[in-house]
């Protein structure tokens, strides 16, 4: 690629799952001899964090994206059950004391689960689901449980309900706000996926929190709510949110606000050292001054991919992160892109609503900015397109918003901008 710098470079590249192989691969595409290390602090090779609810539920045993061979295949140095706990000059020091020379350094930690803070929370059979141990230690709490309590409505819990579900147990779902998917649906959607959680079998609070977690014989029993409700609970799930992992750029000065601060590059304010994926807080493409932590499998695969041409000197910058999620929900399709709503007395949505299938897309400065989908998703790749392209409404001539858009029509426009930001503006600053 034009650009790179030919000079061999080592680089090291801490985590293991969509942005650090993504920027593998994007590195090996362009220098196959430069000197990799992946440092990562599972035993185990790569493996879909998605599909751990399958794992619980037995549905799936092998979660495996790569093999041990793989990392031999890419020519890397992979230390698996390693953790890097320190960045100073030009060297990564792991938990072991070993120290690690570099020229360049990924960040692509990835996330953990937020861990509340209520009386009980550390009682066994309450458990998270972030990564693979996790979800074996759930399993190992499913013998003889009837009851599952799961703290959060977002789109961790909605997955694990599912899981809980199949296996036969009775799920209540304590939300602190007023209904499911609040930052991801609009109220429409999110009644739509509400009332097919209670055709399920699902009790849902809303408004309410745990004020305490009761555990009997070494095992959670119950959850008291706020409203002093107590639940019975042989299991509880937290689902209360991730958080970035970016303690080890704290600790080489790194910029950090909610996550490691990158720019279009996915360069820190600390050159040589990059960040991606989870870990990483990036420019919004439809806000290009703010900063937002993308959370999706989609937006890590292309930071990694942007972050591994940036590692060997070339630029591949991300038009910015465009915050998007498709999954199902108990067999509903759902969907969300971007905005799902207009800012306060501005902009404007295209709704329609028929048979359980819901569709709006909000459209703001001419422009098509988000979307929310339940029942069909069909087009959410289509639109996701259209956002990252930042085509006016006349330039989307003759296509009707106001009904589901297919890709034979895209032929019918006049003029079609290759991707490109909604809107552009200088590297957000470190200081």
Request: hydrophobic share 45%.
């Amino acid at each position: 690629m034009r650009g790179m710098e030919m000079t061999p470079q080592r680089i090291i590249i801490v985590g293991n799952s969509a942005a650090s192989l993504a920027a593998l691969e994007a590195i090996r595409r362009h220098d196959q001899n430069c000197p990799v290390t992946l440092v990562a602090d599972e035993t185990v090779p790569a493996y879909s964090r998605v599909m751990l609810p399958y794992f619980v539920s037995g549905e799936r045993r092998d979660l495996s994206l790569r093999s041990f061979e793989y990392y031999q295949r890419m020519g890397v140095r992979a230390l698996l059950g390693r953790r890097a706990v320190r960045l100073e000059a030009e060297v990564l020091v792991l938990d072991d004391g070993a120290i690690l020379p570099f020229d360049r350094l990924l960040i692509a930690t990835g996330s953990h689960a937020a861990i509340p803070d209520i009386e009980g929370v550390h009682t066994p059979g309450v458990c998270p689901l972030k990564n693979l141990a996790d979800a074996i230690q759930i399993r190992e709490y499913l013998p003889g449980a009837h009851h599952a309590v799961v703290l959060g409505g977002g789109l961790v819990c909605l997955l694990v309900v599912r899981a809980l579900l199949r296996v036969g147990l009775s799920v209540s779902i304590v939300v602190s706000s007023e209904r499911l998917l609040s930052r991801m649906l609009d109220e429409e959607g999110s009644a739509l996926i509400h009332h097919r959680l209670v055709q399920a079998g699902v009790r849902i609070l809303t408004r309410t929190d745990a004020s305490r977690i009761v555990g009997r014989n070494s095992r959670v029993r119950s959850v008291v709510t706020a409203t002093g409700e107590d639940l019975p609970a042989d299991l509880v799930i937290l689902a209360k949110g991730i958080r970035p992992n970016a303690k080890i750029a704290m600790t080489g000065g790194v910029a950090v606000g909610r996550g490691i601060l990158v720019d279009h590059h996915m360069r820190t304010s600390r050159p040589g050292v990059f960040a991606a994926g989870d870990c990483a807080e990036s420019p919004d493409l439809l806000a290009p001054e703010r900063r937002t932590i993308a959370g999706t499998w989609f937006e890590a695969v292309s930071q990694g991919e942007t972050a591994g041409v940036s590692l060997l000197g070339g630029s591949r910058p991300s038009p910015g992160t465009l915050k998007m999620n498709v999954m199902a929900v108990l067999g509903v399709p759902v969907a969300s892109i971007g905005m799902t709503k207009p800012p306060d007395g501005d902009g404007e949505a295209l709704v329609s609503s028929r048979d359980a299938v819901y569709r709006k897309l909000v459209i703001l400065q001419d422009r098509i900015v988000g979307a929310v989908l339940v029942g069909d998703v069909s087009e959410a790749g289509l639109i996701a397109s259209l956002i990252r392209r930042g085509l006016t409404r006349s330039e989307l001539h003759p296509i009707d918003l106001s009904r589901p858009i297919r890709y034979a029509e895209l032929g019918l426009l006049r003029s079609v901008r290759p991707p490109g930001p909604v809107a552009t503006s200088c590297p957000p600053s470190f200081n």
